[in-house]
């Protein structure tokens, strides 16, 4: 089972990045995908996450209406495209695959994990 995350850079403030979560080993539209993230000395928190088959989508309220998650399950991917950047949301970024249908905000219900992707946005 793997999660590869990739997509993360340096960017300044205002800007974009896509993030990319590539899965294999496990029946992919099965899960729904959640992206978390932690910043230095900072919990990991729930930033996005999609249901099974794309249909539903949830965010947190300090990303709602800059980020966008999406998911192709023909190429077993998941991305999450970060608009209007902001310093704070500075932090590496991890997918995770839960077997529940709809993407929980709980990551202790999440099953699998990959290695993260580093953001930095400056000010």
């Known amino acids: 089972v793997q999660l590869q995350a990739s997509g993360g850079g340096l960017v300044q403030a205002g800007g974009s990045l896509r993030l990319s979560c590539a899965a294999s080993?496990?029946?992919?539209?099965?899960?729904?995908i959640g992206w978390f993230r932690q910043a230095p000395d900072k919990e990991r928190e729930f930033v996005a996450g999609i249901s099974w088959n794309g249909g539903s989508t949830n965010y947190a309220d300090s990303v709602k209406g800059r980020f966008t998650i999406s998911r192709d399950n023909a190429k077993n991917a998941v991305y999450l495209q970060m608009d209007n950047l902001k310093p704070e949301d500075t932090a590496i970024y991890y997918c995770a695959a839960n077997i529940k249908a709809f993407a929980s905000r709980d990551s202790s219900t999440y099953r699998y994990w990959g290695q993260g992707t580093l953001v930095t946005v400056s000010s």
């Open positions: 080993g496990f029946t992919f539209d099965d899960y729904s």
